[in-house]
């Protein structure tokens, strides 16, 4: 079991003639995930990947001809909430957007409008998900991860790698790991993905991995203390962030005091989460439980 | 991307908001001029991106142009919070009957836009928000719907307005609105909002920051960057779309990844350690980003170690090696240098590094405990 992708997800490439899009994509499908069409504006009618994967002109037209039911977003970010909406409104079920750098305010107005349309949204700025052994929808490296019974949620991108490869050297496993993304406005929230994990019977564990900036780790310890049976490890990024400064991501800043990773250590260790001090730890604490 | 005062207030003043009559000047001869053309009583304001302008002494009153000339004067030779004065805005003096906080920003809990208003103007609002919160009052906008007629009523019964008031407010609020909105702002301030004692509204100061992620489509703003604020490496690493930032320590890192390189400043702290930055070198990086990330990191002269810590995703482990090779055959550093490197060709690039003289490791926890040993002198 996992959560979000497994190998019946049927995956759209929005952007999948450009040069990240493509590379992914290889790299997708060497990995097994069933990437069944892909959508550049203007090239529909061509085929990529040996003539194994079709081109279409839209998402609808994809989506139709193949029964798609993800897909994951590569396009530059001055399009990409345009590719947002157009997938939802061509009715896919699950939206991965990798691309970084998408206005904040084409956000919150993607974000309203998905509230009304009923679908799901990972990302956008996000390394997307990886259910190791069934598929991988979006940049995880495959080699990094085994199958295993932890499920990983984090905001980060190649601080997800760290923690996945250390489990990896201990023999730990993942069921699905989940990519949220860096901006301060995204689609889906820790609380959102803790929920799944709560649900999913294969998980038995989980990591959460945080970082300065907003309160959505606040958010998550409360429903870590009210709801949740499973025992959660958390590593915060950015103990020696200075305030008022941006650290790369745009919603990893803290402003107005508020966003501190000590705030969000103290919220989560009141919940009764393990704190590891580096990534490295997550992998011994997890040992332990 | 902060805006200097009378760069956001022209800007509101395009989308309907009123604001004092005045002109920016360079020199103080400039500002006599701008004074004597608009006749009567001035302020005289620092054009400089930090808060507390008034209590550092950057706004003065004058009542001639030749005082005018006098507090340019003065304040052009000021530093505020380190930071030189080049302008001062000259605005007419306004006679100011009441102070109004206006603002809007975006709410990242509700996902919208907030906009507030509070009859407690003219102070940091940060110190009304701490002290008595039920002074704000917060109207969230529908991104989609934008702001209606009846949320602006409501902020100016919030904070008990006259009604004679309501039509100048609701019309700032519109164009408060349409400032932010069309031109992708984070925040969009004027405080204060005065009511004169000619029962104008007047919006005497303005502050607003745009997303740096959406400058693309406004060229025009993009344009208004004051470099005084930044450090000339945060210049020079954006430049290149690294990111940047300068602190205090002595270990340069070089990262991939934002949340990897603030969790490489934690682990060297950890370790005893202080970071002498931040430093993303974004994924896919060349080996001419990684070389222009190099001789940006060694550009300082407090970094006695350097920790490369390098996760191979989309950027691949032999081309930032590469890019430390060229790096390094270009500005010849003098400081011990650790490396690890993981991931995507990560072999290649370890083999390419073998012969350069670098301390390696293969953990993050090992690499930070060996820059911390080498900046301490312990380890070359």
């Not at chain 1, 962030?241 to 919220?267: L, S």
């Amino acid at each position: 079991m996992s959560v979000l992708v497994d190998k019946d997800t049927r995956l759209i490439v929005q952007g999948i003639t450009g040069r990240e899009g493509l590379f992914h994509t290889i790299q997708m499908v060497a990995y097994g995930t069933n990437v069944v069409a892909g959508v550049t504006p203007g090239k529909g009618g061509q085929w990529v990947l040996d003539d194994k994967i079709p081109v279409f002109d839209t998402v609808k037209k994809a989506a139709e001809t193949t029964g798609a039911n993800a897909s994951v977003i590569f396009v530059p970010a001055r399009f990409a909430a345009d590719a947002i909406f157009e997938a939802a409104d061509a009715g896919v079920e699950l939206i991965v957007c990798i691309t970084e750098g998408i206005p904040v305010q084409d956000m919150m107005r993607v974000r309203a409008y998905l509230d009304q349309k009923g679908s799901r949204l990972v990302g956008p700025n996000c390394p997307g998900l990886l259910t190791p052994g069934e598929a991988k929808v979006g940049i995880i490296p495959g080699n990094i991860a085994i199958p295993g019974n932890v499920g990983v949620v984090s905001r980060s991108g190649t601080l997800t790698y760290e923690v996945l490869y250390a489990m990896k050297q201990l023999g730990i496993g993942a069921t699905t790991t989940v990519g949220i993304g860096g901006d301060p406005i995204n689609g889906t929230s820790f609380l959102d993905v803790l929920k799944m994990f709560e649900e999913d019977p294969q998980t038995e564990k989980v990591v959460l991995i945080g970082e300065i900036g907003g309160t959505d780790e606040q958010k998550a310890a409360q429903y870590i203390a009210d709801h949740m049976t499973k025992p959660v490890v958390a590593f915060i990024a950015g103990q020696t962030a200075p305030p008022g400064k941006r650290m790369g991501h745009a919603g990893a800043i803290v402003e107005g005091g508020e966003g501190t990773a000590a705030e969000k250590i103290e919220a989560l260790e009141k919940a009764g989460v393990k704190v590891a001090k580096h990534p490295e730890e997550i992998a011994h604490i997890l040992n332990t439980l | 991307m902060k805006l200097h005062e009378y760069q956001s207030k022209q800007i509101f003043a395009k989308y309907g908001v009123p604001i004092p009559k005045g002109r920016v000047a360079t020199t103080a001869a400039e500002a006599r001029q701008i004074a004597a053309e608009l006749g009567g009583r001035v302020v005289v304001k620092a054009q400089v991106l930090v808060g507390g302008r008034g209590k550092a002494g950057g706004i003065k009153l004058a009542n001639t142009p030749e005082e005018a000339e006098e507090r340019a004067t003065e304040i052009l030779s000021m530093k505020l919070k380190g930071l030189p004065v080049r302008k001062v805005l000259i605005d007419e003096a306004a006679h100011i009957a009441k102070e109004i906080y206006l603002g809007i920003t975006n709410d990242r809990a509700a996902r919208k836009p907030v906009m507030m208003a509070s009859a407690e103007g003219g102070v940091e609002i940060e110190e009304v928000a701490r002290q008595t919160p039920e002074k704000i009052i917060k109207i969230h906008i529908d991104p989609l719907l934008g702001l209606r007629g009846y949320q602006t009523r409501d902020l100016a019964l919030g904070i008990d307005l006259p009604k004679e008031h309501w039509k100048a407010f609701s019309k700032v609020c519109f164009g408060l609105w349409e400032a932010y909105k069309n031109s992708d702002a984070t925040l969009a301030e004027i405080n204060p909002l005065v009511v004169t004692e000619e029962g104008q509204v007047l919006a005497v100061d303005g502050k607003m920051i745009v997303d740096d992620n959406a400058l693309f489509r406004h060229p025009d703003i993009a344009e208004m960057r004051d470099l005084d604020v930044e450090a000339p490496e945060e210049v020079e690493a954006r430049k290149y779309g690294l990111s940047y930032i300068k602190l205090d320590g002595d270990i340069g890192c070089m990262v991939n990844g934002a949340g990897l390189a603030m969790t490489t400043m934690d682990v060297i702290k950890l370790y005893g350690g202080e970071p002498a930055n931040f430093l993303d070198i974004g994924g896919g990086a060349s080996a001419e980003k990684v070389a222009a990330a190099f001789r940006i990191i060694l550009s300082e002269p407090n970094v006695k170690a350097v920790l490369i810590n390098i996760f191979g995703g989309i950027t691949r482990g032999d081309e930032v090696a590469r890019g430390i090779l060229a790096a390094m055959e270009e500005v010849n550093p003098q400081v011990p240098m650790v490396a690890r490197i993981v991931g995507t060709n990560a072999e290649e690039g370890r083999r390419l590094l073998a012969n350069a003289n670098m301390i390696t490791a293969d953990t993050l926890v090992d690499a930070a405990q060996k820059a911390v040993a080498a900046a301490k002198g312990g380890l070359r």
